[in-house]
C-alpha cells in the first residue's frame, strides 16, 4: 500500500464488502420503499362501508387526476368543481364522500378540490355549499395564509420581501398535473434519511474505532503511511460510502415511484405539494434539490459518527451517540418565537433530512440577498466537515506521538 489511491480502495473495501454494510443496506432500502407500497394493501372504509380495495381506489383517483392534465385551475375549471361537489347532499352523521353523488359527480374533481382547501384553508362544507368560485377569491386566500404562516415563522422584513419577490416569479393561476410519483417520493422522503442515518451509525461506528479494539491501531501508527494518509484514506472512503448510500438509495426511491406512478408531475409547480411555498420550482427540481440535500447531510453525518469513533475508541459508544442524536432529532422540536435556535437545530444533519426544514422560509443572510436552507447548509457543512477532518487530524497525528 505505497500510494495513496491503494489505501483508499483498501479502506473503501473494508466499509462497503463488509456483509454487516450490505444487510443494512438492504434493510433501509427495504423499509424506506414499503411506504409506496403500504397503501395497496387492505380496504378503504367510509362510514364503516367498504368502498374497495385501497389499490383500487387509489388507481381510481390517479385516473381522475390524469383526465385534469394541464387544466388551468381558473374561474372555468372552479365553477365545474363547485357545481359538482354541490350535487352532493348533506346528511347529517355521513362523511360526503361516502354518498353517491361524489363518486358520480364530485370525485372527478377530488384532486382540485383538495388542492383549493388546502391552499385557502377552507372547509369542505364551504367549498361545496357556499363558496362562489372564484379564481381571485382563491390566490387571494393563499396569499393571506402565506403571510401567516410567514408570521408565525417570525421572519424579519427583508425575508418577508425575498419571499414576495419569490412568489411574483411564479407562475398563476396554476396549471394542474397528476403529480402523484412526486407527492409519494415526499412521502417517503423523511423515513428514508433516518433509515440512513441510523444505517451510518451502525456501518461507520467501528471505521476507527475497531483498530483500536484489536490493537492494531499502534502497529498501523508506526507505518509509513500510518501517519497522514492512512486517516485521510479512511475519512474519504466514510465518505464516499455515506455519499454514494444516499445517492444510490435516491435513485432506487426515483425508480420505484416512477415505476408504480409513472412520469407525470415533473412540470408541476412545487406548491401542488406545499400550498405555502413561495419557491419558483416544480416538483422535480424540488426532488432533486432534496436527494442532493440527502447525499450532503449524509456525508457530513458520516464524519461526524467517524470523528466519535476515533475519539472514543469503541464502535458502541460512538454508535449510541449517534444514534441519540437521531432518536432527539425524531422526538424534540424548537419552538417557533426562538429563531435562532430554532433554525440552528433545523440545519444538523440529522434533523436536515426533514423535508420542510430544506425548504424553509427561514433563510441566511448573503453577500446582498437573502440565502434558503438548500443553498446555505451545504456551504456550512463544506466548513463543519473540514474543522472536523481537521480535528480528527490532530487526535490521529497525537495518538502516533504517544505510540512511539
Known amino acids: 500500500m505505497s500510494n495513496f489511491g491503494t489505501i483508499y480502495k483498501y479502506e473503501l473495501r473494508k466499509i462497503a464488502g463488509k456483509k454487516l454494510f450490505i444487510i443494512c443496506f438492504i434493510l433501509c432500502t427495504v ?19 367498504v368502498m374497495g380495495s385501497n389499490a383500487e381506489y387509489h388507481k381510481q383517483d390517479i385516473e381522475f387526476a390524469k383526465a385534469l392534465d394541464s387544466r388551468v385551475i381558473n374561474d372555468e375549471l372552479l365553477a365545474e368543481m363547485t357545481e359538482a361537489y354541490s350535487k352532493v347532499p348533506y346528511v347529517e352523521d355521513r362523511h360526503y364522500s361516502g354518498m353517491d353523488e361524489y363518486q358520480k359527480y364530485a370525485r372527478p374533481y377530488s384532486a382540485i ?62 396549471t394542474f398535473y397528476e403529480y402523484t410519483a412526486y407527492d409519494e417520493m415526499f412521502g417517503v422522503y423523511e423515513t428514508a434519511a433516518i433509515m440512513l442515518l441510523v444505517m451510518l451509525s451502525i456501518t461507520l461506528a467501528g471505521v476507527f474505532a475497531n483498530e483500536s479494539s484489536r ?117 424534540v422540536s424548537i419552538p417557533d418565537e426562538f429563531r435562532t435556535l430554532c433554525q440552528l437545530w433545523e440545519s444538523l444533519p440529522w434533523t436536515f433530512n426533514a423535508v420542510w426544514s430544506v425548504f424553509s422560509e427561514r433563510t441566511f443572510p448573503g453577500l446582498g440577498t437573502r440565502l434558503t436552507p438548500y443553498q446555505a447548509v451545504p456551504m456550512i457543512y463544506l466548513v463543519v466537515g473540514a474543522i472536523i477532518c481537521a480535528v480528527g487530524g490532530i487526535v490521529w497525528r497525537k495518538r502516533q506521538t504517544v505510540s512511539r
Open 31 to 49: 423499509i424506506s420503499l414499503s411506504g409506496f407500497y403500504l397503501r395497496y394493501m387492505g380496504n378503504v372504509y367510509i362510514d364503516g362501508v
Open 113 to 174: 378540490f383538495n388542492f383549493v382547501r388546502q391552499c385557502s384553508n377552507f372547509s369542505a362544507s364551504y367549498l361545496m355549499y357556499k363558496w362562489q368560485p372564484s379564481e381571485e377569491s382563491l390566490y387571494s386566500a393563499r396569499s393571506d395564509m402565506i403571510e401567516q404562516s410567514w408570521n408565525n415563522l417570525f421572519l424579519s422584513e427583508s425575508e418577508k420581501q425575498f419571499w414576495r419577490e419569490k412568489e411574483a416569479q411564479i407562475q398563476k393561476p396554476f
Open 215 to 331: 490493537r492494531t491501531d499502534r502497529i498501523i501508527l508506526c507505518t509509513k503511511n500510518g501517519r497522514t494518509k492512512l486517516y485521510l484514506a479512511k475519512m474519504l472512503a466514510g465518505m464516499t460510502v455515506c455519499a454514494g448510500s444516499a445517492l444510490l438509495l435516491s435513485v432506487l426511491i426515483w425508480a420505484s415511484a416512477t415505476a408504480l406512478y409513472g412520469f407525470s408531475g415533473a412540470n408541476a409547480a412545487f406548491q401542488f405539494i406545499f400550498q405555502y411555498s413561495s419557491l419558483p420550482i416544480n416538483c422535480l427540481q424540488a426532488v432533486l434539490i432534496s436527494f442532493a440535500m440527502l447525499v450532503v447531510s449524509a456525508a457530513v453525518f458520516g464524519v461526524m459518527v467517524m470523528l466519535l469513533s476515533l475519539v472514543t475508541r469503541s464502535s458502541i459508544a460512538s454508535m449510541a451517540i449517534s444514534m441519540a442524536f437521531i432518536i432527539t432529532a425524531m422526538f
